[in-house]
Structures are given as C-alpha cells and as structure tokens.
C-alpha cells in the first residue's frame, strides 16, 4: 500500500527579536528604510508630524518588521500582511506640511481585526516605491479572489510521476499530485 504525506502551504511564521542588522541581510528582504508610522494610540483628530513616529522598516516574508532605528537590538513590534488589501492609496485624510507623501495599508476586511496603517516616507517617489513593495509582498503571500477564480478554471488534480534511484539501489516511483486546495500529496509505491 503507497505511503501518502500532505504538504500544506502555510503563511510565514515570523521572526521574533531578530536585530534589525541581521533582519536586513536576510536575502528575501522585499524593501527596507525609513517610514513614518502614526502611532497606534494616536486619537488626535488632526494630522501632525507629532502623531507619527519614524521608524526602520524591513518587509520581508509576509512581515512588516519596525525598530526604533537600524541598529536596534529587536523590533517594536511587525505585524504580518496576510489579510490586507493589495489596493494601496495615499492617504490624502492624513496629509500634512510636514507629512505630504502618507500612504495607508488597510485589511480587506472590516472583519478581521486587523489595523489600518498610516505611513509616510519624506518623497513623493519613495512613496510610490513602498506601495509597490507592499503589494509585492502582498500579493506574493495573500490569496486573492482573483487567484482562487483562476484556480477554479484549472483542472482538480494534475499527476506527474518522478523516478529515482532509492538508497537500496532499487528504483523508486512517486507520483505528486496537486490540486487546486491548495495541498501537494506525495505518493510512493
């Protein structure tokens, strides 16, 4: 009878208080540098350079990491991408003179829990850059209706048989099957 293994695809676990230096050597940064962040407890009605703090932002995997600066020992805090939307707007309700390029990073839905992000790099052109990364990042580790509809027009399951020489010497067969559930199956024989 052929052994079956399940490999489920999964979002990224994190990587908890890694320094920022080491954080930004890892080789699938998406984007790095200097934002503005306003502050989670800011109630303030107005927009302020004073509502925002700036702080050293790394993407990377599915996480958005922020540290005090670039050297600091673990971040303040990250919070992951999975959940938010890919449509990323600059923020016109929170600009400012001191603060004209914000942008926001907002949950595609209003359901699960998840913050809105006002942040806010000093040029107009790296404004545009970090909204490009974000939805790199994005749509890199999100499904999408878009990707499921696509996923639903393929066919269920495609086979392919691999062959290869097992440590005994005898040859061995696997038959990988992918649907579109998103779960790769293993089988040997």
Not at 123 to 129: A, K, Q
Request: with cysteine; aromatic share 14%; hydrophobic share 30%.
């Amino acid at each position: 009878m052929p052994g079956r293994l399940l490999f489920k695809q999964s979002y990224p676990e994190p990587m908890e208080n890694v320094p920022a230096a080491s954080l930004s050597l890892e080789r699938d940064v998406t984007r790095l540098g200097w934002l503005y962040k306003k502050a989670g407890s800011s109630k303030i009605k107005f927009t302020s350079l004073s509502n925002y703090d700036k702080r050293y932002f790394i993407i990377l995997k599915g996480w958005v990491y922020y540290y005090k600066d670039d050297h600091s020992a673990a971040p303040q805090g990250y919070f992951s991408l999975e959940g938010y939307s890919n449509k990323i707007f600059p923020a016109e309700e929170e600009r400012c003179a001191a603060l004209q390029w914000v942008f926001k990073l907002y949950p595609k839905s209003s359901s699960n829990n998840k913050r809105t992000w006002y942040l806010a790099p000093e040029s107009e052109r790296s404004m545009n850059e970090w909204r490009e990364s974000f939805r790199i990042e994005i749509d890199k580790h999100n499904i999408t209706e878009s990707s499921l509809r696509a996923s639903r027009s393929l066919p269920e399951k495609r086979n392919s048989t691999l062959h290869m020489e097992a440590t005994e010497g005898r040859p061995q067969s696997f038959t990988i099957t992918q649907n579109t559930r998103f779960c790769n199956s293993v089988e040997t024989s």
